[in-house]
């Protein structure tokens, strides 16, 4: 008899994938309490595996954007994937699959710095000020998070 069902869980958040253990009674609930939204919804991530997340995270203010092969849409917050197969307790990729088709993006905030040269008496000095800010999106590196953390 499971014990419960072993689903992969993508946190841009914290920029894991983390092997994850969910009852099985209970599936839908815990992919709305992971992901954080009673908006969850499904695309197919391969022939045996399905992608979840939220339906409405799209919206303005977002930080990070996750990408999917095969997926034209950005999905924003956690994600989960999951075997279609409900006699398998866990997906039948490797994590190392999972992240080889998603690259995860943040904005990125980089000060622009103003220097000012005075010279006063022979002696010369520099004064620094931030002026603004450029920004930019940067990829962000997943790394595979050990079930020991």
């Given at each position: ?72 849409d950005p ?22 699959s999972v ?49 020991k953390e």
């Amino acid at each position: 008899m499971k014990q419960g069902r072993i689903i992969y869980v993508l946190d841009p958040y914290s920029a894991t994938l983390a092997t994850v253990t969910i009852p099985d009674n209970d599936e839908s609930g815990a992919y709305r309490r992971i992901i954080g939204s009673d908006g969850v919804d499904r695309v197919q991530f391969d022939r045996n595996h399905s992608l979840y997340f939220d339906d409405e995270g799209l919206a303005d203010g977002i930080t990070h954007y996750t990408m999917v092969d095969g997926h034209s849409d950005p999905m924003v917050g956690r994600l989960v994937i999951a075997s279609d197969d409900a006699a398998l307790s866990a997906p039948s990729l490797s994590a190392q699959s999972v992240l080889d088709r998603i690259s995860c993006f943040q904005a990125v905030m980089d000060p622009v710095i103003r220097t000012t040269e005075a010279t006063s008496e022979g002696m010369t000095t520099y004064v620094s000020a931030v002026s603004g800010f450029n920004f930019r999106v940067a990829p962000v590196t997943i790394r595979i998070r050990d079930d020991k953390e």
